[in-house]
């Protein structure tokens, strides 16, 4: 009987304990927004800016997800990131299309390797804008970096094609 009542007051004890604590009051913890990524702001990154060749870009024109990263590109350097805000399936989608669709003429390992790091960098992208906290200057750097990875497909593609050119005779 004795160790039914000691059990009993423990408990009893135990949970007048527990009550008697003072309630912490919550703090809300605002999160600052990000500021805007304005297309003032991505003229002002500088890096370099290579653009195709007309022999290039008149082969690639019948490429329909190549003229959609084109658009996508000029919309970002325009300072619009509204395609990089959202899920990740469309850019996903087009580097696959892009890789599976890319012409024979230019169909090299070094292409191949140029689009999977411009798909890199624009999941990279897409992921730092969904983020509400990220600075505007870390989001300028993965912007920059998504545009120099375009420009280094670019730039591969007119080496292809300068180097596909090139007549060489062996002796």
């Known amino acids: 009987m004795k160790k039914v009542s000691i059990i009993f007051l423990c408990l009893c004890l135990c949970l007048w304990a527990c009550n008697t604590e003072e309630k912490k009051e919550k703090k809300e913890v605002e999160v600052p927004v990000s500021a805007l990524v304005l297309q003032d702001d991505i003229v002002k990154l500088e ?9 290039a870009k008149s082969d690639i ?17 325009s300072g619009n990131l509204s395609y990089f805000q959202g899920q990740s399936k469309p850019i996903v989608s087009l580097m696959k299309d892009l890789r599976e669709g890319i ?33 505007k200057d870390v989001q300028l750097e993965y912007v920059k970096e998504a545009l120099v990875a375009y420009s280094n497909l670019n730039l591969q593609i ?7 050119a090139q007549e060489i005779e062996k002796p």
């Not at 890096?47 to 022999?55: H, N, T």
């Open 103 to 135: 012409p024979d003429i230019i169909d090299s390992p070094s292409i191949q390797a140029r689009l999977i790091s411009l798909e890199t960098k624009m999941l990279k992208l897409q992921s730092v804008l969904n983020l509400r906290n990220i600075e």
């Open 47 to 55: 890096y370099v800016d290579y653009g195709l060749d007309a022999k």
């Open 61 to 77: 024109e019948s490429l329909e997800s190549f003229m959609e990263l084109e658009t996508i590109m000029a919309e970002l350097k």
């Open 158 to 164: 007119n080496k292809k094609y300068e180097k596909d």
